[in-house]
């Protein structure tokens, strides 16, 4: 510990007083946030048997009031910032130095909807705590075995939500208890925006950000949420892709008819919908609409920074259980630099048990377009909507009259939105630095730094209607079947982001 003079004199130097001026040891860090762990637990348990699909704005009211408490247990004021929708952001802050900067973390509250016949469990929303056993199957076990003796890193909570994104947010507030413990502050301020309809695109978050700039003004945003690099290994994350959404119906008879009696002679939706999908990418899975693509150039500067994250690419496709990677860069890395038009969804007819010789009425493709920061997403969609219209078909944006059945042999639904664009940060920015700093002096080495991570998260309201930068900090298992049945969090992983965040909180801030 430095002399307790220059400890002052720094405090001076920061304009910000500290509780007590110390710096946190790889081992301390260690040790207090083992110390919070059953706590953490509880909290956990607690906050995941909230559901928090957002397409129920009543189930989120929960949510809401419980986050509300927990903060202001700490201290922190809150406020309910209203938006155009049901559902109001929540904001949390406290100032821990009057005159230093202040950093806005984002975290995220709401979960994907749920399939419960799809998982292997009671209900997706009651936590259960599992085991993997030696052939692979995960076992269940008695929460009471949860305990800090046990040997319980490998150990599991099967929840929706447990790691996107209610897990980061019980590692905070866990890092929070920490630095309470350890009775230290920050030198610089917090504010927490916690968002509720993340899962739903956040629809509502780009005017809400304009509205309460004002109560949202910070230097820099840090995003809680996510898996980090594949190994598991610390990770800071510099940007992320953003995203648009389509939905493409192709119509045929006006209801299901049988195919004995219709069958070659009602055009098939499932065949047209199928041939006009396979009409936009190629088989290596490159999109084939012209200038898809354009404005995306990887030079040697770009793939140096791409090259130095340690990917093993037959590793990554081994895990994912594919022979061959789509054709769309040369490397993992790569291929999330360009947009993509990516299948989420098919839906024609009846299957499985519910099976029946028909000729469907209609054919439904629901259509996700990850975005980057050299592609405008208007045009993107743009793309996709002329392509369409160039095989023939004839765009609708209700269910097709009568007049036009009889007018078109082919008739599409089109009906797309734009939820929020790319964002990216320079790597050697302040935040960047500062917390590229905090990571490497608790666990002994520089993170992985990666250019733009694949998924998406609504950033880009922030940094382009605040004008600050941002970075994420991932911290949850890259196994943990987000937005999939039986969704986990790994309880080594809390742990460890609970180390993660703590150290952020005990790094001072230039």
Same mark, same amino acid.
């Given at each position: 510990m430095p002399p307790l003079s220059y400890c002052l004199l720094v405090a001076f130097l920061l304009h910000s007083f500290v509780g007590i001026?110390?710096? &946190?040891?790889?081992?301390? @860090?260690?040790?207090?946030?083992?110390?919070?762990?059953?706590?953490?637990?509880?909290?956990?348990?607690?906050?995941?048997? &909230?559901?928090n699909d957002a397409h129920y704005p009543k189930d989120i009211e929960p949510n809401i009031a419980w986050l509300d408490s927990a903060f202001q247990s700490y201290k922190f004021q809150t406020q309910r910032l209203a938006t155009e929708g049901e559902i109001p952001l929540l904001l949390a802050e406290k100032s821990f130095a009057p005159s230093g900067k202040t950093v806005l973390i984002y975290l995220q509250a709401d979960g994907q909807p749920v399939d419960p016949s799809r998982w292997n469990q009671s209900h997706p929303f009651t936590p259960v705590l599992k085991s993997q056993a030696e052939d692979g199957s995960w076992q269940e076990v008695d929460w009471n075995e949860l305990t800090p003796e046990a040997d319980y890193e490998d150990w599991r909570v099967?929840?929706?939500?447990?790691?996107?994104?209610?897990?980061? @947010?019980?590692? #905070?507030?866990?890092? /929070?208890?920490?630095?309470?413990?350890?009775? #230290?502050?920050?030198?610089?301020?917090?504010?927490?925006?916690?968002?509720?309809?993340?899962? &739903? %695109?956040?629809?509502?978050?780009?005017?809400?950000?304009?509205?309460?700039?004002?109560?949202?003004?910070?230097?820099?945003?840090?995003?809680?949420? %996510?898996?980090?690099?594949?190994?598991n290994q610390p990770t800071l994350k510099f940007g992320a892709r953003g995203i648009a959404t389509v939905t493409l119906t192709v119509y045929g008879p006006r209801v299901p008819q049988h195919s004995g009696h219709y069958g070659n002679y009602a055009p098939n939706p499932g065949f047209r919908l199928s041939h006009l999908l396979a009409s936009m990418k190629d088989e290596s899975g490159r999109v084939t609409i012209p200038g898809f693509y354009d404005g995306i150039e990887l030079n040697a500067a770009t793939k140096k920074v791409l090259n130095q994250v340690p990917d093993d690419e037959g590793d990554i496709q081994q895990k994912l259980g594919i022979a061959q990677a789509d054709q769309v860069g040369?490397?993992?890395?790569?291929?999330?630099?360009?947009?993509? /038009?990516?299948?989420?969804?098919l839906s024609s007819g009846w299957v499985a048990q519910r099976v029946r010789t028909i $000729?469907?009425?209609?054919?439904?493709?629901?259509?996700? @377009?990850?975005?980057?920061?050299?592609?405008?997403?208007?045009?993107?969609?743009? &793309? *996709?909507?002329?392509?369409?219209?160039?095989?023939?078909y004839h765009l609708v944006d209700s269910l097709p009259t009568d007049k036009e059945r009889s007018t078109h042999p082919k008739i599409a639904f089109f009906r797309s939105q734009i939820s929020y664009p790319a964002f990216r940060t320079k790597l050697d920015s302040e935040v960047g630095n500062w917390l590229s700093a905090a990571l490497a002096h608790h666990f002994g080495g520089s993170p992985i730094?990666?250019?733009?991570?694949?998924?998406? *998260?609504?950033?880009?309201? #922030?940094?382009?209607? /605040?004008?600050?930068?941002?970075?994420? *900090?991932?911290? $949850?298992?890259?196994?943990?079947?987000q937005h999939s049945p039986n969704e986990n969090l790994r309880l080594g992983n809390l742990t460890r982001g609970i180390e993660t965040y703590l150290s952020i909180l005990a790094q001072p801030l230039p």
């Open positions: 001026c110390q710096e &946190l040891t790889s081992e301390r @860090i260690v040790t207090l946030a083992e110390q919070q762990l059953p706590h953490a637990w509880s909290n956990f348990h607690s906050l995941l048997s &909230l559901p099967f929840v929706r939500s447990a790691s996107d994104a209610k897990g980061p @947010i019980i590692m #905070f507030l866990a890092a /929070l208890d920490a630095m309470g413990q350890a009775e #230290f502050t920050p030198n610089y301020n917090i504010k927490v925006i916690i968002d509720f309809e993340e899962e &739903l %695109g956040s629809p509502n978050l780009p005017a809400a950000v304009k509205k309460h700039q004002k109560a949202l003004a910070a230097d820099m945003l840090i995003i809680y949420d %996510g898996p980090p690099h594949i190994t040369e490397t993992y890395q790569e291929a999330i630099q360009y947009p993509s /038009l990516n299948i989420r969804g $000729v469907p009425s209609t054919a439904t493709a629901e259509i996700d @377009i990850r975005l980057v920061m050299e592609s405008d997403p208007e045009r993107l969609v743009r &793309l *996709v909507r002329e392509h369409v219209e160039q095989q023939g730094k990666i250019r733009t991570t694949g998924g998406s *998260v609504p950033i880009a309201p #922030f940094v382009n209607t /605040l004008g600050i930068p941002a970075v994420i *900090v991932p911290t $949850v298992n890259p196994d943990n079947n």
